[in-house]
């Protein structure tokens, strides 16, 4: 039993995943979209993230593997160069958090230690330092890469269940909470858009799919790990947003909005509740970051071994798959070449995509699977109509996102296409 998973071990997990650096990241993004309406934004992505967890637990209860979305996808539609795209979706969107949590800890990082007077140069010494670091941790040891992980979680649920019961108690009396009236809310749409945009706080339920071969009484702890960490990462990230929008005016958000969180803690605690909350959000995008680096290099081995990539990408360098590697330089381009909200777009556009992918995987296996049609067919439509939301919202306010999002899918599809063409000619 020493290598098996508990019931608490992959609900970790599935918070951890999903309370990395994403809620750091989006936040303010979140307000200056949604405005007085944020924790209904968070609520609609929440609600898209629980009806798909619905088709992960089907899948990962009849097709448990470590590959977990990876072998979902070639199950629903076999290895082909769709299936082989969308997979090297999957990886390029870890790319893609990556940088999103990078990007939230340069961020963070030059409200702690100022190295420059230049905000900007800050910010990319401290994003790129971060990825630097984690990579080479990565490379020493995946064991450290695990107890960094263990340790973070609490860390960073210790604190910021502290910021919602001190921030609960700010609100008496504060003016700021009138910012929650509906008058303040945007129109129902633009909600949901704003869910769209940081639906990437909720992707990381789905790294449970890769631990089930390993998870204890499968058939009761398995739906248990994905609909409790769901949901209680919805509560949190509501009574976040009701927190911070009730705390601060709007117009101090849209100044820290990279930074929110941490200026949401100012009212009730000063400098100091600044601090602790910034520290905090190293913490997490730090461990977000070291996991991610080890689960996108994973997806690539995955894919290469399922033949949708070439198989150098299965060879080692210092005893690591040298997607590792690779995945570390790419999101270190991205990161100096990205705003957060091109990169938040082009993360939540892949996961949406590959999301709803796996709900009509979740739809056409419902029979073997024992599964409820409807639900994994009803979390496939809403993914599509959220693609169309947030890309047309997107369109009108970051046509970069959405220029990023369709090249990123196109490079996805050609790469796999030239892939598979030249494989058949070399077999031929």
Same mark, same amino acid.
Request: proline share 3%.
């Given at each position: 039993?020493?290598?098996?998973?508990?019931?608490? @071990?992959?609900?970790?997990?599935?918070?951890?995943?999903?309370?990395?650096?994403?809620?750091?990241?989006?936040?303010?993004?979140?307000?200056?979209?949604?405005?007085?309406?944020?924790?209904?934004?968070?609520?609609?992505?929440?609600?898209?993230?629980?009806?798909?967890?619905?088709?992960?637990?089907?899948?990962?209860?009849?097709?448990?593997?470590?590959?977990?979305?990876?072998?979902?996808?070639?199950?629903?539609?076999?290895?082909?160069?769709?299936?082989?795209?969308?997979?090297?979706?999957? =990886?390029?969107?870890?790319?893609?958090?990556?940088?999103?949590?990078?990007?939230?800890?340069?961020? +963070?990082?030059?409200?702690?230690?100022?190295?420059?007077?230049?905000?900007?140069?800050?910010?990319?010494?401290?994003?790129?330092?971060?990825?630097?670091?984690?990579?080479?941790?990565?490379?020493?040891?995946?064991?450290?890469?695990?107890? %960094?992980?263990?340790?973070?979680? %609490?860390?960073?649920?210790?604190?910021?269940?502290?910021?919602?019961?001190?921030?609960?108690?700010?609100?008496?009396?504060?003016?700021?909470?009138?910012?929650?009236?509906?008058?303040?809310?945007?129109?129902?749409?633009?909600?949901?858009?704003?869910?769209?945009?940081?639906?990437?706080? +909720?992707?990381?339920?789905?790294?449970?799919?890769?631990?089930?071969?390993?998870?204890?009484?499968?058939?009761?702890?398995?739906?248990?790990?994905?609909?409790?960490?769901?949901?209680?990462?919805?509560?949190?990230?509501?009574?976040?947003?009701?927190?911070?929008?009730?705390?601060?005016?709007?117009?101090?958000?849209?100044?820290?909005?990279?930074?929110?969180?941490?200026?949401?803690?100012?009212?009730?605690?000063?400098?100091?509740?600044?601090?602790?909350?910034?520290?905090?959000?190293?913490?997490?995008?730090?461990?977000?970051?070291?996991?991610?680096?080890?689960?996108?290099?994973?997806?690539?081995?995955?894919?290469?071994? @399922?033949?949708?990539?070439?198989?150098?990408?299965?060879?080692?360098? =210092?005893?690591?798959?040298?997607?590792?590697?690779?995945?570390?330089?790419?999101?270190?381009?991205?990161?100096?070449?990205?705003?957060?909200?091109?990169?938040?777009?082009?993360?939540?556009?892949?996961?949406?995509?590959?999301?709803?992918?796996?709900?009509?995987?979740?739809?056409?296996?419902?029979? @073997?699977?024992?599964?409820?049609?409807?639900?994994?067919?009803?979390?496939?439509?809403?993914?599509?109509?959220?693609?169309?939301?947030?890309?047309?919202?997107?369109?009108?306010?970051?046509?970069?996102?959405? %220029?990023?999002?369709?090249?990123?899918?196109?490079?996805?599809?050609?790469?796999?296409?030239?892939?598979?063409?030249?494989?058949?000619?070399?077999?031929?």
């Amino acid at each position: 039993m020493a290598d098996k998973i508990s019931l608490r @071990d992959a609900i970790s997990i599935g918070i951890g995943g999903m309370v990395g650096g994403g809620i750091f990241a989006v936040l303010g993004l979140a307000v200056s979209i949604a405005h007085g309406g944020t924790p209904i934004a968070f609520l609609f992505a929440g609600l898209l993230a629980l009806i798909t967890s619905y088709s992960y637990v089907k899948l990962s209860l009849k097709y448990p593997d470590r590959g977990g979305t990876v072998k979902f996808i070639n199950q629903g539609f076999g290895v082909s160069i769709f299936s082989g795209a969308i997979n090297n979706l999957l =990886w390029v969107s870890y790319i893609i958090m990556l940088s999103l949590y990078a990007s939230a800890f340069g961020s +963070y990082a030059p409200n702690l230690l100022e190295l420059t007077q230049n905000k900007t140069i800050e910010f990319h010494i401290y994003a790129s330092a971060i990825i630097i670091l984690a990579t080479a941790i990565n490379y020493y040891s995946i064991t450290i890469v695990g107890k %960094i992980e263990s340790y973070a979680v %609490i860390i960073k649920l210790i604190i910021l269940i502290g910021f919602i019961g001190i921030g609960a108690y700010g609100l008496i009396g504060n003016p700021n909470m009138s910012q929650l009236a509906i008058s303040n809310w945007e129109t129902p749409v633009q909600l949901f858009a704003a869910g769209m945009v940081i639906f990437v706080a +909720y992707e990381g339920f789905e790294l449970i799919a890769n631990a089930a071969p390993d998870i204890v009484n499968p058939e009761k702890n398995i739906p248990r790990a994905y609909y409790y960490s769901v949901i209680f990462v919805i509560i949190l990230y509501i009574i976040i947003a009701i927190v911070t929008v009730g705390s601060l005016p709007f117009d101090k958000i849209a100044k820290a909005e990279d930074y929110v969180l941490a200026e949401a803690a100012k009212p009730m605690l000063g400098k100091i509740g600044f601090t602790i909350i910034t520290i905090a959000a190293l913490i997490s995008t730090f461990s977000a970051i070291n996991a991610s680096l080890y689960g996108g290099s994973r997806v690539n081995f995955e894919i290469a071994e @399922d033949d949708e990539l070439p198989h150098h990408f299965t060879s080692r360098l =210092w005893n690591q798959p040298i997607g590792l590697l690779i995945t570390a330089i790419a999101t270190l381009v991205l990161v100096n070449v990205l705003d957060l909200e091109s990169i938040s777009t082009a993360g939540s556009v892949g996961f949406i995509l590959i999301f709803g992918i796996v709900n009509w995987v979740g739809f056409k296996t419902a029979k @073997d699977t024992n599964s409820n049609r409807a639900i994994p067919l009803a979390g496939s439509l809403l993914c599509a109509l959220a693609l169309v939301i947030l890309i047309n919202q997107q369109y009108h306010s970051n046509l970069t996102g959405v %220029i990023v999002s369709v090249v990123i899918i196109s490079l996805c599809f050609i790469a796999e296409w030239i892939f598979k063409t030249y494989e058949k000619r070399r077999n031929n």
